[in-house]
């Protein structure tokens, strides 16, 4: 984890965000597995964040990022999580 750079600051800010399935149902199997990870790597790279790591579990997910300082922790979240529910719809 190295600092990141930008015009006219330096900055480290790594968040740890842990969500579930509703019910921790075992859903996240397979190809919904597999479309998941694909929409997370999607909306870090639509957002500027860096993943460091990722694990997704049967029935929730782990994920460890690096962001900018300008966008807010529950934008961060926001963003995320709302690609990702509409993944099941």
Not at 41 to 47: G, N, T
Not at 69 to 85: L, T, Y
């Amino acid at each position: 984890m190295d600092y990141q750079h930008d015009r006219t600051k330096e900055f480290l800010i790594n968040y740890h965000l842990i969500w579930c399935s509703k019910r921790r149902k075992s859903v996240l199997v397979d190809g919904i597995k597999e479309r998941l990870e694909q929409i997370i790597m999607e909306v870090a790279e639509e957002k500027g964040m860096g993943i460091l790591n990722l694990v997704i579990n049967s029935d929730h997910v782990h994920l460890f990022i690096s962001a900018n300082p300008m966008v807010s922790a529950h934008n961060i979240v926001k963003n995320f999580k709302g690609r990702s529910s509409r993944l099941l719809r």
